[in-house]
């Protein structure tokens, strides 16, 4: 996230400016950033760990959603989209936005060079403000390297899985998935 197009903008004038347009816009209270397109791999990665956490959850009570969805974070007044989350349980609505949901169990970012440092930082300190996240998943996309943030308390701990043959496990979903199957058909290098 990179280039402040637009500040001082009410919610309603957010909400309003996506409506009028084609394109993706984080919201952080009042300051308004376009979201740029991925490369190959980022899209690769979101599409393999939707796909895998879809199977896996199935009838299990809980729904994986792409970046598509809006997460609204009342408590900051944000609005963001991750590139995956899942919701255990019922999905809650923002009461201001029909199309943003408020109450994920699990966020998933796939870093980049751009992206990294707010995804790690800023963006992460919004995160931890979501009552209902248990595990916030980092994943690079330039080598096989998933760093899973779980909820202790009031502390995160910080779980680092490495390697292809390597298997992360989601504590909140009680699910195994192997990084082969998050990095498939990823190109390395490129």
Same mark, same amino acid.
């Given at each position: @996230?990179?280039?402040?197009?637009l500040?001082?903008l009410?919610?309603?004038?957010?909400?309003?400016?996506e409506?009028?347009?084609?394109?993706?816009y #984080?919201?952080? %209270? +009042?300051?308004?950033y376009?979201?740029?397109?991925?490369? !190959?791999?980022?899209?690769?990665? +979101?599409?393999?760990?939707?796909?895998?956490?879809?199977?896996?959850?199935? +009838?299990?009570?809980?729904?994986?959603?792409?970046?598509? =969805?809006k &997460?609204? =974070?009342?408590?900051?007044?944000?609005?963001?989209?991750?590139?995956? @989350?899942?919701?255990?349980? #019922?999905?809650?609505?923002?009461?201001?936005? !029909?199309?943003?949901?408020?109450?994920?169990?699990? =966020?998933?970012?796939? &870093?980049?060079?751009?992206?990294?440092?707010? %995804?790690?930082?800023?963006?992460?300190?919004?995160?931890?403000?979501?009552?209902?996240? *248990? #595990?916030?998943?980092?994943i690079?996309?330039? *080598?096989?390297?998933?760093?899973?943030?779980?909820?202790?308390?009031?502390?995160w701990?910080?779980? /680092?899985?490495? +390697?292809?043959?390597?298997?992360?496990?989601?504590?909140? &979903?009680? /699910?195994?998935?192997?990084?082969?199957? /998050?990095?498939?058909?990823?190109?390395?290098? #490129?």
């Amino acid at each position: @996230m990179e280039a402040k197009i637009l500040n001082n903008l009410s919610v309603a004038e957010y909400l309003e400016l996506e409506k009028a347009n084609d394109v993706k816009y #984080e919201y952080h %209270d +009042g300051a308004v950033y376009a979201m740029a397109g991925g490369t !190959k791999n980022h899209g690769l990665i +979101g599409g393999n760990i939707f796909g895998v956490l879809w199977g896996k959850l199935s +009838g299990k009570g809980c729904t994986v959603m792409n970046s598509e =969805i809006k &997460l609204h =974070i009342a408590a900051e007044n944000s609005y963001v989209y991750p590139d995956a @989350m899942v919701i255990c349980g #019922e999905t809650e609505d923002s009461e201001d936005e !029909k199309n943003a949901v408020t109450n994920p169990t699990v =966020i998933i970012e796939v &870093l980049s060079k751009s992206t990294s440092a707010y %995804d790690r930082g800023d963006k992460f300190q919004v995160y931890r403000k979501i009552k209902s996240l *248990k #595990e916030y998943i980092l994943i690079e996309q330039d *080598k096989a390297k998933i760093e899973v943030f779980r909820k202790r308390g009031d502390l995160w701990q910080i779980l /680092v899985f490495e +390697g292809l043959d390597a298997e992360m496990y989601i504590e909140a &979903l009680e /699910v195994r998935v192997s990084l082969e199957q /998050v990095y498939l058909n990823v190109g390395f290098g #490129e």
